[in-house]
């Protein structure tokens, strides 16, 4: 018999590989800027080149995985992820431009993280669980617990053997998905659609349902990342905390209540109508950010700004688990495309808070309230799903 419970548990260390690649080299720019006297402008790209390589993997994994395979895909997924995390130790210091170490480091271990996020998804929606949505839920959280832990044990780490000692961290963070090796090479993987049964990219773009689950999906990602790269930014600037504090008092408490409503889900969705919870979640959403942009006082804010996190923990997988159910043939191309949709999100969505928040006087708080479109199109693009739904039903 299949032990299927050991692929769930190689599909949460995924999700904490993605935490850790996603989350772990920001805590060191400051550290990059001092020690390797590479700019401030320079710096910001380390995040570009990490979300933009994850683009450029959803494209190709829409395309090529199922010809390549899942466990071949996936194997190599925690293999460049624990590669690059070790390049980044050691890169740096060998190469005549630190700078170039880092980014070629971060490019490695994006490859991984990309193909993480757009194959734990199909693997465990193929797995024969009962409710599939809270399974996916629960999977989900494993990122924000992921993310939790780096920046829990990352300061701690630091605050304990000095900021001198980041590139013993990093090794060690590079357990995570060479122990992870061994559990996706040797758990049962099965596949969602029979080989040349999966809808095709060409398929799903000419299904206009498609389009307005892409839509979700970049709100979801915008929503999502708009308020917590923002987090800590603002938790500086508008309660004049520092930056270790801020970091643990923004994104930290984000992710955790983001945990939180992920759990909860994957407890109790057997009895709650995940669209309704959905749109529940936007419109709290959206009162978030609305809290967070327009009230005097800065503590309700942050309140604002840490409720937002489990306002956006439905929103991806939900996202997902809505897809599977609407496309069941939608196949590896249908995840991609909704994983490189969710990045789009994520991408655009905190640089637009950024160019608001610049023209407002270098106002973070006023810039985030340019944040309210993303959760209200989510609102609207659920009713119009829930419209279809019906018509269908008539």
């Known amino acids: 018999m299949k032990n299927y419970q050991k692929t769930k548990i190689a599909c949460y260390l995924g999700f904490v590989t993605q935490a850790i690649s996603a989350n772990f080299a920001p805590l060191l ?25 994850q683009l450029l993997v959803d494209l190709f994994c829409a395309r090529y995985v199922d010809k390549i395979g899942y466990r071949a895909s996936i194997v190599a997924s925690e293999v460049c992820s624990a590669l690059g995390l070790i390049g980044l130790a050691f890169l740096p210091g060998l190469l005549p431009n630190p700078f170039v170490g880092i980014i070629i480091s971060v490019i490695v271990y994006a490859i991984g993280s990309g193909l993480i996020e757009v194959l734990c998804s199909p693997i465990v929606e193929a797995c024969p669980f009962e409710n599939k949505e809270a399974t996916m839920s629960l999977l989900h ?16 780490f630091l605050a304990v053997f000095g900021m001198d000692s980041w590139k013993w961290l990093a090794c060690l963070w590079a357990i995570v998905p060479a122990v992870n090796i061994y ?3 040797t758990c049962p993987i099965e596949h969602l659609v029979e080989e040349g049964n999966s809808m095709s990219v060409k398929a799903l773009f000419k ?41 643990l008092i923004g994104p930290c408490l984000f992710a955790v209540t983001m945990g939180i409503c992920r759990v909860f889900y994957g407890k109790y969705g057997d009895k709650i109508d995940l669209k309704k919870f959905m749109t529940g979640s936007g419109i709290l959403c959206l009162a978030c950010y609305l809290l967070t942009s327009l009230c005097a006082n800065p503590y309700l ?57 610049q023209a407002m006087g270098d106002n973070i708080q006023m ?21 279809k739904d019906q018509a269908k039903i008539n």
């Open 183 to 185: 559990n996706f090479a």
């Open 29 to 53: 720019f400051l550290k990059f800027h001092n020690d390797y006297s590479i700019s401030l402008g320079n710096i910001a790209l380390i995040s570009t080149f990490f979300f933009f390589t």
């Open 367 to 387: 810039g985030m309230g340019v944040g309210c479109i993303f959760p209200l199109v989510l609102v609207v693009a659920l009713f119009f799903m829930k419209k």
């Open 301 to 357: 804010s942050l309140i604002g700004c840490v409720l937002c996190g489990f306002s956006v923990g439905i929103m991806w997988p939900g996202t997902i688990s809505i897809s599977s159910r609407t496309f069941p043939l939608g196949g590896t191309a249908m995840f991609a495309l909704l994983a490189m949709a969710g990045d789009l999100g994520g991408s655009l969505g905190p640089m637009i808070v950024g160019r608001v928040s």
């Open 207 to 247: 299904t206009p349902l498609f389009w307005v689950a892409l839509c979700l999906m970049v709100c979801s990602g915008a929503s999502e990342l708009s308020m917590s790269q923002w987090a800590s930014a603002f938790a500086e600037s508008a309660l004049g905390f520092s930056k270790t504090l801020g970091d």
């Open 141 to 156: 959280s494993f990122y924000c617990w992921g993310s939790v832990g780096t920046i829990l044990i990352s300061t701690l």
